[in-house]
C-alpha cells in the first residue's frame, strides 16, 4: 500500500535549527514515502523561524507554514498540528534536531501491529532537572490516568490521522496535551505500542519546555483533564 505521510513540527525559536530539520526529513521521505507533506507550526516565534520556513516554501510545495501570532505553547502547537494535517498517516517530531528523522523507519515497520507508535529515549541527554520532570509526570499520568507510557512526552510519535477524528475535542492547551491525545486514544480501541529513539543534545537555541509557569501549568490543566474525563465516563 502506498505510503502518505505527513510530518508536522511545533517550533518556537528554532532559527538555529529548522533548515536543518527540514532538510533531515525531505531526504528521508523522498526515499521512503509516495507522497508526504511537511506542516511547521511557528508558535509565535521572536527570531526568524517563520523567516527562514518561508523562504524554503518557496522552492518546495510540500512545506507549509502556520503561525500563531503570539506564543501560545507545546500544547496548542500540537493541536494546530492535529487539526491540519492531510495524510492517513502522521509523525509529529520536534524541531529542535534532538531526534534523528532516519529512526522514523524503526516507527514504521510496526504500522501492522499498532494505530499509534510512541518512541521513547533509549537515553535522554536533557538536564538532570529535565529527566526528574519527566519521571514525575510519568508517576502523574500513571496515578491519575492509569497510563503506562515509558516517555508519552516524547516528541516523535506516528499514528494514523484516523485517531485525531476519534479523539476530539481536546480540552487541555498544555505539556499534558500529549497525554491527553495518548489516553483518548486507547480509550477509543486504538493500539499502542513504542519503540525506543536515540535522543541528542540540543546544539543551538534554548528548552523552553522546564520553565515552572509551563510546568504548574500542565499540573493544574492534568488535574483538570482527570475530572473532565471522569465525568465523561471514559473510564468505563
Known sequence: MPLKLSVFL????????IEKTIFQIEEVLKVIADDWEILVINDGSLDKTGEIVKKLIKNNPRLRLITHLKNK???AAIKTGLKNVRFPWVVQMDS???????????LLAKRDEADLIIGYRLRR???RYRRLMA?????ADFILFGLNVKDVDCGFKLFKKEIIDKVQPLVTESAITVTEFVVRARKAG????????HHYSRKEGEQTGGKPHIILKAAFEGIKLWFILLKEKIWK
Open 96 to 106: 529542535d534536531g534532538q531526534f534523528d528523522f532516519r529512526e522514523v523507519k524503526k
Open 125 to 127: 541527554t536533557d538536564s
Open 190 to 197: 486504538f493500539k499502542i505500542t513504542q519503540v525506543g529513539v
Open 10 to 17: 511545533p517550533a518556537y525559536n528554532e532559527e538555529s535549527n
Open 135 to 139: 519521571k514525575i509526570l510519568w508517576l
Open 73 to 75: 505553547g507545546y500544547g
